[in-house]
T-cell receptor, first 114, second 113 residues
Framework: EAQVTQNPRYLITVTGKKLTVTCSQN?????MSWYRQDPGLGLRQIYY???????DKGDVPEGYKVSRKEKRNFPLILESPSPNQTSLYFC?????????????FGEGSRLTVL | SQQGEEDPQALSIQEGENATMNCSYK?????LQWYRQNSGRGLVHLIL?????REKHSGRLRVTLDTSKKSSSLLITASRAADTASYFC?????????????FGSGTQLTVLP
């Protein structure tokens, strides 16, 4: 089954404790992206990757890091989480060959930073 | 930055009625997409309409696009309780790239049994 898998789905942590949210897709998609969703603000893009070893900032990259060492994986790293990073995070992927920009989303990771 | 803006922000209807949601955007697009999000879940792609299309159907969904008014509408016919969700429009710029997909803030649809 084609899917985007995120882990963990729920996480409560404390300020300053480094954490990683993993994302993996099994559709051989070139493009992957991270979004955060906050009430009243919709989805905002954090980082994206056009292909392996190619990443770039989205609209709200501060406080986050990413890496793309393999095509299927695109982890989101919070080196020193702060309470304003409490949010619902989504990983998404897309195929360039489809040339439509249709995104496939993971189920989301709800992060609370105390 | 948000380009698509949905209207209304919230909509409540009875099962069996039709639901219409609107989306307005500001700049030229390659395509416009609609997504559904069940509470706390990931977004699911519903339908895509290209800038050279005016209307598209998929099951109980009907999407229209008016590029002169920079607006789109999503019609769900014969709604069901299971249609209760948030609906987002997303616009892709002229390149059609997923990188340039910009989401609105969504319409919360509640279908009452």
């Amino acid at each position: 089954e084609a899917q985007v898998t995120q882990n963990p789905r729920y996480l409560i942590t404390v300020t300053g404790k480094k954490l990683t949210v993993t994302c993996s897709q099994n559709m051989n998609h070139e493009y992957m992206s991270w979004y955060r969703q906050d009430p009243g603000l919709g989805l905002r893009q954090i980082y994206y990757s056009m292909n392996v070893e190619v990443t770039d900032k989205g609209d709200v990259p501060e406080g986050y890091k990413v890496s793309r060492k393999e095509k299927r994986n695109f982890p989101l790293i919070l080196e020193s989480p702060s309470p304003n990073q409490t949010s619902l995070y989504f990983c998404a992927s897309s195929s360039w060959t489809a040339n439509t920009g249709e995104l496939f989303f993971g189920e989301g990771s709800r992060l609370t930073v105390l | 930055s948000q380009q698509g803006e949905e209207d209304p922000q919230a909509l409540s209807i009875q099962e069996g009625e039709n639901a219409t949601m609107n989306c307005s955007y500001k700049t030229s697009i390659n395509n416009l997409q609609w997504y559904r999000q069940n509470s706390g879940r990931g977004l699911v792609h519903l339908i895509l309409i290209r800038s050279n299309e005016r209307e598209k159907h998929s099951g109980r969904l009907r999407v229209t696009l008016d590029t002169s008014k920079k607006s789109s509408s999503l019609l769900i016919t014969a709604s069901r309780a299971a249609d209760t969700a948030s609906y987002f429009c997303a616009t892709a710029d002229r390149s059609g790239s997923a990188r340039q997909l910009t989401f609105g803030s969504g319409t919360q649809l509640t279908v009452l049994p």
